[in-house]
């Protein structure tokens, strides 16, 4: 059959045209509603408000840091071992921490750090050629670099605005050391990679040093008859990769007459590969005598989330000598750190403030907030 005829190129009725054009109307219409359902929907559902996600749009630059329904993350998350009250701080906080905050550019203002510890700017240094073993009273050490170990066995030594590429080091448990003493001010101690101290043990006053290096920063020790560390700054302990040591900034394994006084301390160093590191900042433990007689006074103790505790007060049961007594923490600024604890279990551990004596009066977070003698 042929094809039918053309269609006719006449313009068709008017009522033709607009049933045509009502239907796609409709249409339309129908498309729209549809659409707006769906969008209204999806907002009720799918929107970050709807998840609890406020804090994305919130004009409060803190809200998603601090619970504008962000949700929180533990951050003793992966720490598999609990408190210690030993000295130790093996395999626990260290060998899982993300981060160690340093202490070098963030020291509050007014306390000691680089710019006001150590040797003055504009010291012209000299070789020293004197004996490493000090035994003459009254020497004194001044403007000098010292590439040795200094032993003192004498009295009223004087090291000042010198650098000591080493330790510097009384030993009170030898004979006749009640006689000895020394002041290290203006100093710089660099006492590199060693398992004990870099300063110590007692019958020393140490003012406006930069002490790193060594095991622990400044040691008191128990048979010394005073120990004071005033407006110094120790930090920068070491550890070789493989090494098992338990660092610290200041450390007293029992001892009286101790007197530290507006510094800066603080354990950095990282955790290395066997999982050891710092225990805390200020460690005050019974082992081989009462702690007695010990005033903490206007420090600032820097954060590490690697350290137990940024501070131990002395009260430890299982030491031989658990109870510590007269012993002031007083006026002291913790910093917070990443977590917000200073160390990976909180600022405080072993200090008992029933013990005779004690006194735990105005220590605050660097926020101004409080902080309580136990975390």
């Known amino acids: 059959m042929p094809p039918g005829p053309p269609p006719s190129a006449t313009e068709p009725p008017r009522s033709a045209v607009r049933r045509p054009r009502v239907w796609l109307i409709g249409a339309l219409v129908m498309v729209l509603l549809v659409g707006a359902v769906f969008v209204v929907g999806w907002m009720r559902t799918g929107s970050p408000q709807a998840a609890g996600n406020e804090a994305s749009t919130s004009a409060d630059p803190e809200a998603g840091e601090n619970g504008g329904g962000m949700g929180e993350v533990d951050p003793n998350a992966g720490l598999n071992a609990g408190p210690s009250g030993s000295a130790s701080a093996s395999k626990n906080p260290s060998a899982n921490a993300k981060s160690t905050e340093n202490i070098?550019?963030?020291?509050?203002?007014?306390?000691?750090?680089p710019g006001n510890t150590g040797v003055p700017g504009g010291t012209k240094l000299t070789t020293y050629s004197g004996p490493c073993t000090i035994d003459k009273d009254n020497t004194v050490i001044d403007s000098k670099t010292v590439n040795c170990d200094l032993g003192i066995k004498a009295k009223n030594v004087k090291i000042q605005k010198s650098k000591i590429n080493g330790a510097v080091v009384l030993d009170t448990d030898q004979s006749g050391s009640g006689s000895w003493s020394y002041t290290l001010s203006d100093s710089e101690v660099d006492a590199g990679t060693r398992q004990n101290a870099a300063v110590s043990y007692g019958n020393m006053t140490i003012i406006r040093s930069n002490i790193h290096g060594g095991q622990t920063s400044v040691q008191c020790g128990e048979s010394g008859s005073y120990c004071?560390?005033?407006?110094?700054?120790?930090?920068?302990?070491?550890?070789?990769?493989?090494a098992n040591w338990h660092l610290g900034g200041l450390l007293s394994n029992g001892g009286?007459?101790?007197?530290?006084?507006?510094?800066t301390i603080v354990c950095d160093a990282p955790v290395n590969s066997a999982g050891e590191g710092c225990t805390?900042?200020?460690?005050?433990?019974?082992?081989?005598?009462?702690?007695?007689?010990v005033i903490v006074d206007s420090n600032f103790l820097g954060a590490n989330t690697g350290s137990s505790y940024c501070l131990y007060g002395g009260d430890t049961k299982s030491k031989p000598y658990p109870n510590a007594n007269k012993v002031q923490i007083i006026n002291n600024v913790f910093a917070l750190g990443s977590n917000r604890k200073c160390a990976a279990y909180g600022a405080v551990a072993g200090f008992n403030v029933n013990g005779s004596g004690n006194v735990w009066h105005n220590n605050t977070w660097e926020d101004g907030s409080p902080v309580n003698p136990e975390n």
Do not use: E
Not at 106 to 111: A, E, Q
Not at 229 to 240: A, T
Not at 256 to 263: A, G, Q, S, T
């Open 104 to 113: 070098p550019g963030r020291v509050p203002g007014g306390f000691p750090g």
């Open 228 to 242: 004071t560390i005033q407006d110094s700054w120790l930090h920068g302990q070491k550890i070789p990769a493989n």
């Open 256 to 263: 009286h007459n101790i007197r530290v006084k507006h510094n």
């Open 280 to 293: 805390g900042d200020l460690n005050l433990f019974g082992d081989f005598a009462v702690i007695s007689d």
